[in-house]
């Protein structure tokens, strides 16, 4: 049976050859006898697997596993493992399903190990720490940390599971004061491909004990092996926040303001920075009836826990001198907390689905959601470059950034699968050009199956050889992901999402 995805390509076929229906049966079999599983903990259906687990939030062509299970615990997930190892089953681990780039999409069949019921949350307040399951929702793991008056930094502009946020290395929109993924998180326990749970680290400020598997697992989307629980920094709560809202002539004059005061030294009350071109903000003019001007505009937040806010207005005019000497700044304003600063960012945040709704003719339209970044030096030319591409091929251009990290995402609209291959065109040049000019694939999407074939030249052949050893040398029998992340594996993948 197939089926059609966003873009209009078939499913890919990943039911199990005939020679391994035995082999797929006795895991089941044991997986089944493991543990008094619920309706919704072990899944056979053919129809809900094709629902819920056989696709994303990206383009990419859906695949429907053999099964899917849903532990509560880090040692059921252990033992699931442990089966599968025993079978050489693949498995592919998933959280909450909102990955852009297919990391998620079992293409090689087996079983789907879902990490949503991996819910618990243990605060230390007395060490600014958090030990959280992987099914945990960024939301979710945000108002229970505020109740005790700390603050988790990392801010995805969607609201994954933190194990989905950490295998991808995805980020957000606080990463200007509070760092990224990476930096907030400092310990793991992880299940082995042979099914074994450990720790990568203890929770010390430092430590030279050996290397560093924290990091090893971070963005490595679920091939070494599944996240079951993290440990992330916490931050005291701010309770003051004010705002601003700055216009230019071009994209480029706003990308060039942003990235001198980032050279001049950014304000430490300064908690957002993030870009709208043209485009996007006439989406959301559309979509959010916003009333910005449509034109280029930077959205700033400044946040403080001091009650006179008089370091907010400060920090706000050291921004908007450095703006009008290097940006040619059409406008600027202050916005103090409220209704009007809540809609600016719901539309900043909104970004994705303004772009899939701009345009009443064609009605609600798929969208490519792509992301790249680049050094700061680089910054102004790649998006300068990136909107006149978008001019040439005679297509609205979307453009949201974390633009003071040198991270800017493109949505690109398309509405049949001819168009599809056009927008993907235009993805693909976007992704081409960053590298050229020294950036990476991704800043925070991942690579999953959607942009491995860039990674040869991102990277270079020693550098894949030395990823593709750990890979090997970690998951001998490929089961952890396979196909996914590793330009080695691709020949496990449907050539159509190239």
Request: include cysteine.
């Amino acid at each position: 049976m197939t089926s059609k995805t966003r873009s209009g390509k078939s499913e890919f076929e990943v039911a199990p050859f005939a020679a391994r229906q035995a082999q797929y049966k006795a895991c089941l079999d044991e997986i089944a006898a493991l543990h008094k599983w619920g309706k919704k903990e072990f899944i056979t259906d053919q129809v809900e697997l094709r629902k819920n687990y056989s696709i994303d939030k990206s383009s990419h062509i859906p695949a429907v596993p053999a099964a899917a299970v849903a532990p509560s615990t880090a040692e059921l997930v252990a033992k699931i493992v442990q089966i599968c190892a025993k079978h050489k089953v693949p498995m592919t681990p998933r959280g909450a399903g909102t990955g852009l780039e297919g990391g998620a999409v079992p293409y090689a069949g087996g079983i789907v190990i879902d990490t949503n019921n991996l819910k618990w949350i243990k605060i230390d307040k007395e060490n600014s720490c958090v030990w959280v399951g992987a099914g945990v929702r960024k939301t979710a793991l945000n108002r229970a940390v505020q109740k005790e008056g700390l603050l988790f930094g990392a801010d995805p502009s969607s609201n994954p599971c933190v194990g989905g946020m950490v295998s991808t290395s995805g980020s957000g929109m606080c990463t200007l004061k509070y760092g990224t993924t990476r930096e907030n998180v400092l310990s793991l326990r992880v299940v082995t491909p042979q099914g074994e749970l450990f720790q990568t680290r203890q929770v010390v400020r430092k430590s030279s004990a050996g290397l560093e598997l924290t990091a090893l697992y971070i963005g490595s989307e679920g091939t070494l092996g599944i996240i079951t629980e993290v440990c992330f920094r916490l931050f005291p709560d701010t309770k003051y926040r004010a705002g601003g809202v700055a216009t230019f002539t071009t994209t480029e004059d706003a990308v060039k303001a942003v990235v001198a005061m980032k050279q001049q030294g950014v304000p430490h009350t300064l908690l957002r920075c993030e870009l709208l071109n043209k485009g996007a903000v006439a989406g959301s003019n559309k979509v959010y009836k916003t009333q910005l001007e449509e034109t280029a505009t930077v959205l700033l937040e400044f946040v403080t826990n001091d009650p006179s806010r008089r370091d907010l207005y400060k920090d706000y005019q050291t921004v908007v001198k450095v703006f009008k000497q290097h940006g040619k700044t059409r406008k600027m304003r202050y916005l103090k907390d409220g209704k009007e600063m809540d809609s600016v960012w719901d539309a900043r945040r909104g970004c994705h689905y303004s772009s899939m709704k701009c345009d009443k003719a064609k009605g609600t339209q798929q969208v490519i959601s792509t992301d790249v970044c680049v050094p700061l030096t680089a910054l102004a030319q790649a998006v300068s470059d990136t909107e006149e591409d978008f001019v040439k091929n005679n297509r609205p251009c979307f453009i949201c950034a974390h633009i003071s990290d040198g991270n800017y995402h493109t949505l690109i609209p398309y509405s049949d699968p001819a168009d599809f291959v056009k927008a993907r065109a235009l993805e693909q040049a976007m992704v081409r050009r960053a590298v050229k000019m020294g950036g990476t694939v991704s800043g925070e999407h991942g690579v999953g199956v959607g942009k491995v074939h860039h990674l040869l030249s991102e990277h270079g052949e020693v550098h894949l050889n030395t990823q593709e050893s750990i890979k090997k040398a970690l998951d001998p029998d490929n089961i952890m992901n396979p196909g996914c992340f590793y330009p080695c594996q691709q020949k496990l993948l449907p050539t159509a999402h190239l």
